[in-house]
Nanobody, 120 residues
Framework: QVQLVESGGGLVQPGGSLRLSCVASGSIFSINDMSWYRQAPGKERELVAFITRGGTTTYADSVKGRFTISRDNATYTKYLLYLQMNGLKPEDTAVYYC???????????WGQGTQVTVSS
């Protein structure tokens, strides 16, 4: 089993920045890819950014050039996943979720989410 806990959300003005963190613990050596998703009110959950175990990244078109995903696999007891968000816009307002995928067994794990609100 893998446990994911997000933090770093909050209220920020348009143009501002936030850094989200996700701590993965438990059976972390089974984790392969990790990603950030978000879900705005009344909308479906969508992929924001994706990073492979080797560090290859993919971004949604709406956040390219503004958001940066990174991960730290350096410890034996936990992995860290980050999302640096710059140039925030009101349309970035959503609950942001951390996701981890293991291969053996094949399983997807989700965090509880952290609220990001961009408003003046």
């Amino acid at each position: 089993q893998v446990q994911l806990v997000e933090s770093g959300g909050g209220l920020v003005q348009p143009g501002g920045s936030l850094r989200l963190s996700c701590v993965a613990s438990g059976s972390i050596f089974s984790i392969n890819d990790m990603s950030w998703y978000r879900q705005a009110p009344g909308k479906e959950r969508e992929l924001v950014a994706f990073i492979t175990r080797g560090g290859t990244t993919t971004y949604a078109d709406s956040v390219k050039g503004r958001f940066t995903i990174s991960r730290d696999n350096a410890t034996y007891t936990k992995y860290l996943l980050y999302l640096q968000m710059n140039g925030l816009k009101p349309e970035d307002t959503a609950v942001y979720y951390c996701k981890a995928v293991s291969l053996r067994p094949p399983q997807a794990y989700w965090g509880q989410g952290t609220q990001v609100t961009v408003s003046s």
